[in-house]
């Protein structure tokens, strides 16, 4: 029985079972579509067989049907996954909200990943029925799966490749996972970075996902924090893999209760040890090569001049950067540094100057460089050996011997790879000749630097009970553990291997991927100042193994998130000593070249800047010039406003606009507020209660007394002083400080804050009246605050 065919229809619909108002609503507009078009519809209600679903029917359904009606207010993870499919298997999809629901409407603006697709608000079916019938998709052949795939950037599948959507959480599970996943040399795994593509949009997903030829999603327990919403997104992204008959394994701690749509790949595991081995087993069993389906057609009905605007995270467009880099003071001083701090909020472009001078750098035959990422699950691996420690006084040493021994092997590392890129390459008896074979010779040189420092690690850990009492006599220890006898040798082969050489540039990023708000944040801080304070001895080891030459400069330049240095910085011994550069977007002409560089080389160069807002976006938006709305809209980062411009070409592409409309704007911009927001609360690493504090905002106004804003806040915290939220509140751009009759500054740093607060305080004085902030208009859409009178867009 269960075998039996499904008939044939045009029109499916997928809700869930409860509440079962829902499920009335959808049945009743099933029957209206059939008796308002002809068209025969099916409910996955109807597929039942002895009264249980069978999911191959409902992927049987799906496929042929024309059109997917879903019902998505509840963020059903059955229905989501099937919405997933749906878009893989190049459906028309229509997706449905109760509007009166305000729940779930709260729910669609969070999730957010569909946004760009659009929705129904409904209040009766009779409102779905009537969209349906006046649009008639059922009469034109869908495109949305060729366009999220063409303005993702799609490419041909890779061999052996993953798609790795880890839960994010950022526990034991995911480190063990990354650590399984890191150990299978032969599969490149795409790992999506929670906090830089958690909220990235559909179209980044739908690329990424069909490149890959397999696919590991990782659920979080009902438990966990913010469960709906990651797997929202996770049921997506594997109905997606379904969509495309990828090989997908979802997995998730015991106590989830898997959705009947994917219980077929579907996991749970009670331990680490149980997570290993179930992921192990099916990574065994994975094929060599997966073809999956077709991109298909890539020539569109209508075609806009370009489909996107590149990636909005830099380490995923390093290939094309050199072409629409831009650069700035800061950036010059990364060229030019000895040893400096290189500051910015996330999305700044931090990793991108790393990028970018790392390629500068090299083309320079003077100079060598070492690009050291490590991972945060690496960093944390230390300050868990740090609690370890009997004797806490020799922490500081210890780490700052751990930070000159991964120096100084990661230099030696891009020593011998620099010299075997040379039109002469490596001769045995050559310096650089003689360090290879050091490396080669000596155990644990000679391997990648996660598993260096995982040994590294182990040995120290394995030992720490052995430490001896006393300042001196535990340094001691810690040196024999770190280095052991070999170590001056090393030093003597990177000094005379680099003797023609005037500079080792050593460039460090992703510190900020293992910080917890939750944890020591002096440990974490001392983590970093210990690597500030290992570079210059590295330096003053080298120069003194290389005496009587004139010595190579070593350089360091270490990027990290604004927020985590005003932390680390409170635990420095002397923090007017750290060399610090802000990378600041303040200019709008400078940060309007992000956007208009990357179209000028989509054009093949054939193009002026200016040809993109006179040809491609409307002139104008709420009565604005567009580039000036634009500009003002997105917060001051080149992250932002490429996610802006992306999410409104996808937009337009969707609504099969020639170009880029008013309306297609308004709603990406929609969109990208709810990535700001995500983003905010990903990066306010100072409190716990930023959550709670920024939602009292929403429904108000964009402008507010200083004091109104302040009893907002008060209202909404439990132990972190209003004083130092207002602070976070303002350094994160969040709220906008009056410095003159009615214009807003967006302050970065403290310098710019108390400076902001001191106009502030004299507008004062000088009006007669309160002063004010403002809610940035990033903030606007997703929080539902009202536009008033004072709320410019400045700063």
């Not at 020593?415 to 003689?434: F, L, N, T, Y």
Request: hydrophobic share 40%; aromatic share 8%.
């Amino acid at each position: 029985m269960s075998s039996r065919r499904i008939e044939k229809h045009d029109v499916f619909f997928a809700y869930a079972d409860n509440p079962a108002l829902t499920g009335e609503v959808m049945r009743e507009t099933a029957t209206g579509i059939a008796r308002a078009t002809g068209l025969v519809t099916r409910t996955w209600q109807e597929l039942a067989v002895d009264g249980k679903i069978v999911i191959d029917k409902v992927f049987e359904a799906i496929r042929q049907s024309k059109v997917v009606v879903a019902e998505v207010g509840t963020l059903s993870s059955n229905v989501l996954f099937e919405v997933g499919f749906a878009i893989a298997a190049g459906k028309h999809v229509i997706l449905c909200i109760d509007q009166t629901n305000e729940e779930a409407m709260r729910l669609w603006r969070e999730f957010a990943l569909l946004g760009s697709i659009g929705h129904v608000g409904y209040r009766q079916s009779h409102d779905i029925v009537e969209a349906f019938a006046n649009e008639r998709p059922d009469e034109n052949e869908s495109r949305l799966w060729e366009d999220l795939l063409v303005t993702g950037g799609v490419v041909p599948r890779i061999p052996r490749s993953q798609f790795y959507l880890p839960s994010g959480l950022r526990n034991d599970a995911d480190r063990i996972l990354a650590r399984v996943l890191r150990d299978r040399t032969t599969l490149a795994v795409n790992e999506v970075d929670p906090e830089e593509n958690g909220v990235a949009p559909l179209p980044w997903f739908a690329a990424n996902v069909y490149k890959a030829s397999s696919a590991l999603i990782h659920l979080r327990g009902p438990q966990r924090v913010r469960e709906k919403i990651h797997n929202a997104r996770a049921s997506i992204l594997g109905g997606l893999a379904a969509g495309l008959e990828l090989p997908t394994l979802m997995i998730a701690e015991e106590g989830f209760v898997a959705p009947f749509d994917y219980r077929d790949l579907m996991q749970t595991y009670s331990t680490t040890k149980h997570l290993t081995e179930r992921v192990n087993s099916w990574l065994d069993e994975l094929p060599a090569m997966t073809t999956g389906k077709s991109v298909g057609r890539r020539v569109l009905n209508a075609e806009l001049p370009v489909r996107g605007f590149g990636e909005y995270v830099a380490e995923y467009e390093e290939g094309d950067l050199a072409e629409y880099f831009v650069p700035t003071g800061e950036f010059q001083a990364v060229i030019a540094s000895s040893l400096a701090v290189f500051v910015g909020r996330k999305g700044t472009g931090k990793t991108a100057n790393m990028l970018r001078a790392a390629e500068l750098l090299r083309a320079d035959k003077r100079n060598v460089v070492t690009s050291i990422k490590p991972s945060g699950y690496e960093l944390l691996s230390i300050l868990e050996v740090l609690s370890k420690l009997p004797r806490q006084e020799a922490s500081n040493f210890l780490l700052e011997a751990i930070w000159q021994y991964l120096l100084l092997t990661e230099i030696a590392i891009s020593v011998v790879a620099d010299a075997e890129e040379r039109p002469a390459g490596i001769s045995v008896s050559s310096p650089a000749g003689k360090l290879r074979t050091y490396l080669q010779t000596t155990e644990g040189m000679a391997v990648d630097f996660a598993t260096r420092l995982e040994g590294l690690l182990k040995e120290v850990s394995d030992r720490a009970e052995q430490m001896p009492a006393g300042v001196a006599a535990s340094q001691n220890w810690v040196t024999r553990q770190i280095y052991k006898d070999h170590v001056g040798e090393l030093k003597q082969l990177i000094s005379e291997s680099v003797a023609d050489r005037e500079r080792i540039a050593v460039l460090i990023d992703n510190l900020d991927k293992a910080w917890d708000r939750d944890a020591d944040q002096e440990k974490q801080s001392q983590l970093i100042l210990g690597l500030l304070g290992a570079v210059g001895k590295v330096e003053k080891e080298l120069r003194r193994a290389g005496a009587g030459r004139n010595p190579t400069r070593v350089t360091l330049a270490v990027f990290l998130r604004a927020d985590i240095f005003d932390v680390v910085r409170k635990f420095a011994r002397e923090p007017d000593k750290i060399t610090t550069l802000q990378i600041r977007w303040t200019d709008p002409e400078l940060r309007a070249r992000i956007i208009e560089d990357r179209y000028v080389f989509q054009r093949d160069g054939k193009a002026d800047p200016d040809d993109l807002w006179q040809d491609l976006f409307a002139a104008t938006v709420k009565g604005v010039e567009t580039r000036r709305y634009i500009l003002e809209r997105s917060l001051p980062r080149p992250r932002d406003l490429v996610f802006l411009c992306n999410a409104a070409a996808v937009t337009a592409s969707n609504r099969r606009h020639s170009r880029i409309e008013e309306e297609d704007i308004i709603t990406a911009e929609s969109d990208y507020s709810s990535f700001a927001f995500d983003a905010l609360l990903v990066e306010g690493v100072q409190t716990e209660e930023l959550d709670n504090v920024l939602f009292e905002f929403a429904g108000g106004e964009a402008t507010l007394d200083w004091v109104a804003a302040e009893e907002i806040v008060a209202s909404a915290s439990t132990g972190t002083s209003c004083d130092e939220l207002m602070t976070i509140l303002i350094r994160s751009n969040f709220l906008g400080v009056e410095v003159n009759d009615g214009v807003f500054e967006y302050v970065a740093d403290d310098h710019s804050e108390r400076r902001a607060k001191v106009m502030n305080r004299k507008l004062i004085s000088r009006l007669g009246r309160p002063g004010r902030v403002t809610i940035h208009p990033a903030f606007r859409p997703y929080l539902s605050i009202a536009e008033n009178s004072s709320s410019g867009m400045n700063g």
